[in-house]
């Protein structure tokens, strides 16, 4: 093989290389493009009047103070952030503390209560809708913030205590039994050395409920049906019908709501993905 | 699952090393304080999801309209079943299956791309993830916009010179569906894509390497050693994006077609919203509702023994 056949070789391979490279670049921008379009057209139609908006260009703020002036936006979204703030509270207290007693402090019985647990990860809220309601209606906690943090807790508390199990499970029995030497009770160990231990599990908790919690609608729409209790995603899909056609108000209002989400999302999008495989993890 | 499988055995050798002396006034406080601890998260999850689903099977046999019930017993579910609008609520659940491959394809054929050493591939992972983060609500306001008859699609078809397609797909029954299930695959497509970038790390680069060497081009690659190697995530996403379909596209078929036109995008959990809540049949909605749950149920306990046969 003379020199001149391999140096034609490899600028072949690299040919080739290069070509598809090219390809999957390509491939990955068409994607980005699809993906991202729906939050371009979202910003862009936001910024717009109903006129600008059927013409195709131009910027204002008209959209923006017609969705504050004729939706109670403001109160709607301290009230999605009164309860997802709620939800993330309470589901993190039932999380750690449930999660810490089936990991180490185990009593008879325990690993059958944690397995029932678990197993409530497999109702769908669908399914329970009915007697929910008529059991939250009879306690009086329809329309009342708190009835709606106490379904979501319940929803998300299963997943949070599997995964903070697994978490204390793994951390090693010996900071435990060191920290009993020292004379600490097992309430202690929970509060001094556990739980600061298990910031990063936490967080994980934390970021997933967020964006469970704030884009649902489904929890919100049955028991909050009072303007001044309800979340933006029940105000925006109960829209009045007037508003419906007016997109630039309709985009306005959407891009409000999924803001929050989108910002908590970016933040911390590690925990966010690193819960997501937890469930697969080995 | 290693919670339930792996690290059991050593962990509970070790912890039952106090066991034999159950007077230690220790392990006494240890299971106290144990169960004290866990009484928060059984109070919640048995009041608020364990009872409501007991009731619901219980009121399944029913005739419930929310305040009185009377038994009626199974012909509830047969009256279900005969029922025509029912049928087509399962034909429409049927149809968001068949959604599925192209929910698991897509993204696990990007996944494949984006690992094989891509410089940026963080930076496309954060954009293909991003739907993730937004409301089922917000989706549904623009995919209207995109599906309506003036909308974004129909835009796309006259600027391309195909301007006598008039798709208008949330229109008809058949369509709608299909403008569902596409919104659906665009966004799960993040969600599957991460599962598979977090699978396709766990496999060992050399086999790649070796599979080279040996003359394999990049489809015999992923055909013949990363699918099989992702058959436990493969699974996985199916089981993640099935739930999914069957339980959390309620948000986004109330925004986009409220269930129509007609009875086109009524699946089985808008079917139960609308018993309920429309019709005020909380019986026929609790019959529909143990039927969603043991669908739930079957599909999740099947994925958990397959695991376990795995291992």
């Given at each position: 093989m003379s020199a001149l056949g391999l140096h034609e070789r490899l600028g072949d391979v690299r040919w080739k290389y290069l070509v598809s490279r090219g390809l999957i670049y390509l491939a990955l921008a068409v994607i980005t493009?699809?993906?991202?379009?729906?939050?371009?057209?979202?910003?862009?139609?936001?910024?717009?009047?109903?006129?600008?908006?059927?013409?195709?260009?131009?910027?204002?703020?008209?959209?923006?103070?017609?969705l504050f002036k004729s939706l109670p936006v403001g109160r709607e979204l301290l009230n999605s952030t009164l309860i997802t703030v709620?939800?993330?509270?309470?589901?993190?207290?039932?999380?750690?503390?449930?999660?810490?007693?089936?990991?180490?402090?185990?009593?008879?019985?325990?690993?059958?209560?944690?397995?029932i647990v678990i197993a409530a990860m497999m109702v769908p809220m669908q399914s329970i809708i009915a007697p929910e309601y008529v059991n939250l209606a009879n306690l009086g906690f329809i329309n009342h913030r708190y009835g709606a943090i106490l379904v979501y807790a319940a929803l998300g508390a299963p997943f949070s205590t599997f995964l903070m199990t697994t978490y204390f499970?793994?951390?090693?029995?010996?900071?435990?039994?060191?920290?009993?030497?020292?004379?600490?009770?097992?309430?202690?160990?929970?509060?001094l050395i556990m739980l600061p231990l298990a910031v990063p599990a936490i967080v994980t908790i934390a970021v997933l409920q967020f964006i469970q919690v704030w884009d649902d609608l489904l929890v919100g729409l049955l028991f909050l049906q009072t303007p001044d209790v309800r979340p933006i995603t029940v105000g925006l899909a109960t829209i009045p019908s007037q508003h419906l056609l007016d997109v630039p108000l309709l985009m306005a209002g959407s891009l409000i709501s999924a803001l929050p989400a989108v910002i908590v999302y970016l933040v911390f999008q590690r925990?966010?993905?690193?819960?997501?495989?937890?469930?697969?993890?080995k | 699952m290693d919670a339930l499988g792996a690290e059991r055995p050593a962990a509970t050798r070790r912890r039952g090393a106090r066991r034999p002396r159950p007077s230690d006034p220790l392990a006494a406080s240890r299971r106290r304080v144990g169960f004290v601890f866990t009484l928060p998260v059984i109070g919640l999850v048995g009041s608020l999801l364990l009872l409501p689903i007991g009731q619901t099977i219980y009121h399944s046999f029913t005739s419930w309209d929310g305040t009185s019930s009377r038994w009626v017993g199974a012909s509830t579910y047969s009256h279900l079943v005969h029922n025509p609008e029912f049928t087509r609520v399962l034909e429409?659940?049927?149809?968001?299956?068949?959604?599925?491959?192209?929910?698991?394809?897509?993204?696990?054929?990007?996944?494949?791309?984006?690992?094989?050493?891509l410089r940026g591939w963080r930076f496309f992972r954060s954009i293909f993830f991003l739907p993730t983060a937004v409301s089922w609500v917000v989706i549904g306001f623009v995919s209207v916009r995109f599906f309506a008859d003036d909308g974004i699609l129909q835009h796309l078809l006259n600027n391309t010179g195909l301007g006598f397609v008039h798709p208008n797909m949330l229109s008809q029954e058949r369509s709608a569906l299909v403008?569902?299930?596409?919104?659906?695959?665009?966004?799960?497509?993040?969600?599957?894509?991460?599962?598979?970038?977090?699978?396709m790390a766990t496999i060992d680069q050399e086999i790649y390497d070796a599979a080279r060497v040996d003359g394999a081009g990049s489809f015999a690659v992923l055909v013949k050693i990363t699918i099989p190697l992702l058959r436990r995530f493969i699974r996985f996403t199916f089981i993640v994006t099935l739930i999914t379909a069957f339980t959390a596209?309620?948000?986004?078929?109330?925004?986009?077609?409220?269930?129509?036109p007609g009875y086109g995008t009524t699946t089985l959990e808008f079917f139960i919203y609308e018993q309920a809540f429309s019709a005020g049949d909380f019986g026929l909605a609790s019959t529909a509702g143990v039927m969603l749950f043991v669908a739930v149920a079957a599909v999740s306990v099947l994925q958990l023994r397959l695991l376990r046969v795995e291992e």
């Open positions: 493009v699809v993906m991202l379009y729906p939050f371009y057209y979202m910003g862009v139609n936001a910024f717009r009047s109903l006129d600008q908006y059927y013409a195709g260009h131009g910027f204002s703020l008209a959209s923006w103070h017609n709620g939800a993330i509270a309470l589901i993190l207290a039932v999380s750690t503390t449930g999660g810490y007693a089936f990991a180490v402090l185990r009593y008879p019985a325990s690993r059958l209560i944690f397995l499970r793994r951390i090693p029995e010996e900071v435990i039994e060191a920290a009993l030497i020292d004379g600490l009770g097992y309430g202690r160990v929970f509060f925990y966010l993905i690193s819960g997501l495989t937890m469930g697969i993890s | 429409n659940n049927a149809m968001l299956v068949l959604a599925i491959p192209v929910a698991i394809a897509l993204p696990l054929g990007v996944a494949f791309l984006i690992h094989a050493g403008a569902v299930m596409i919104t659906f695959v665009w966004s799960m497509f993040g969600t599957n894509l991460i599962i598979f970038l977090a699978g596209l309620f948000s986004l078929i109330f925004v986009m077609t409220g269930g129509g």
